[in-house]
């Protein structure tokens, strides 16, 4: 992560999230799933690492999410996280995404993990998942 403009300016809204996001998957389009996320701190600001998990399995995997969930209980008293969910392809978010999207925000719950509202990318568009996107 490069942009010290986009690392200056705090996300307080889902707004400023999904523009973060825009301008850091910029351009879009990708050879495989992956997860991202970044660190924000107590100033809402993302620390300067994108972490990015690849080869994510298409199918959303329980275990995967709580362990991720269990990593991530180690910096709750200092951060919050924001995860992306990126994937190849034009087509809109579909019920596979919406699984993903489920068993991480379901992982955070049962860990107490403060998640920003999860974000999806494809090869044409950056969206938040919707709660009626949630519900399973």
Known sequence: MTNTNLL????????????FWRKLMNPLGFAQR??????????????NQLH???????????EFADALMAVFSHFTDHFDFALLLARPGGHPMDDTDRA????LVAAGSRGDIRLEPLH???DN????????????
């Open 8 to 19: 200056d300016q705090p996300i307080h809204t889902a707004v400023d999230l999904q523009l």
């Open 34 to 47: 992956r997860l991202y996320f970044v660190f924000l701190d107590d100033q809402r600001r993302a620390l």
């Open 52 to 62: 990015q998990i690849d080869d994510l399995p298409e199918h959303a995997d329980d």
């Open 100 to 103: 993903w999207a489920r068993a």
């Open 120 to 122: 999806l990318a494809n």
């Open 125 to 136: 568009s950056v969206l938040p998942f919707a709660s009626d996107d949630l519900i399973g």
